[in-house]
């Protein structure tokens, strides 16, 4: 069975300093995996997808994650914060493009002015 | 880019009622579309899978005869939950899949947050 461990459940950044959001998957197969971001009371916006193409995926808003098949890992990052990346981001996985999606626990991002 | 909307966003019902949501693709058309439950500062719960012209399949735990789901079309599914009881209060999101090559992205609706009195 596919699963999504997020390692910190809260993660609190100075603005302008690097972020760096854990994402570690469980997956018998090759895996699609993605991140996605949600504002308060708001959907899911996708940030960035990997589907076995390059392993460095870039994605909207400066962020970009490494597939390491090794680590099995996906691990999201941001060069600098910005105040406006505040939010809960969530790492997903899953086997095919025909099976439902695995959503991760989610990591609330705080960033300090 | 592909656009899902949910009407309500936002239903105060009281214990005992139904209440319908509505998720729409509004300029793509969704053969599956996936229904979410999301508690205060958790992640996303699947509740169901929607597939147009046939019985939704629901996940484990999930009741069917509570939380009716209907996918009559390509662009729109609905989810009722029948006789709500403030344990059902929270935020439903619904999601629908484009099927690009290698891809399975979900493109999410806005949500809708029930409260139940």
Request: proline share 4%; aromatic share 12%.
């Amino acid at each position: 069975a596919q699963s999504v461990t997020q390692l910190g459940s809260h993660v609190s950044v100075s603005e302008g300093a690097l972020v760096l959001l854990r994402c570690n998957y469980s997956s018998s197969v090759p895996p699609y995996l993605f991140w996605y971001v949600q504002y308060p009371n708001q959907g899911l916006q996708l940030l960035l997808k990997y589907t076995s193409a390059a392993t460095l995926v870039k994605g909207i808003n400066g962020f970009e994650a490494e597939f390491k098949k090794s680590e099995t890992s996906f691990h999201l990052t941001k060069p600098s914060a910005h105040m406006s990346d505040a939010a809960e981001y969530f790492c997903a996985v899953t086997k095919t493009s025909y099976d439902k999606v695995i959503f991760g626990p989610g990591t609330s991002l705080s960033v300090i002015p | 880019g592909a656009v899902v909307s949910q009407h309500p966003s936002r239903v105060i019902c009281k214990s005992g009622t139904s209440v319908k949501i509505e998720c729409r693709s509004l300029d793509f058309q969704a053969t599956t579309m996936f229904w979410y439950r999301q508690f205060p500062k958790k992640s996303l719960m699947l509740m169901a899978t929607s597939n147009e012209g046939s019985k939704a399949t629901y996940e484990q735990g999930v009741e069917k005869d509570k939380f009716l789901i209907n996918h009559a079309s390509l662009t729109l599914s609905t989810l009722t939950v029948t006789s709500a009881h403030p344990e059902d209060s929270s935020f439903y999101i619904c999601s629908a899949r484009v099927f690009a090559s290698g891809s399975n992205e979900q493109f999410f609706g806005p949500g809708t947050r029930l409260t139940v009195l």
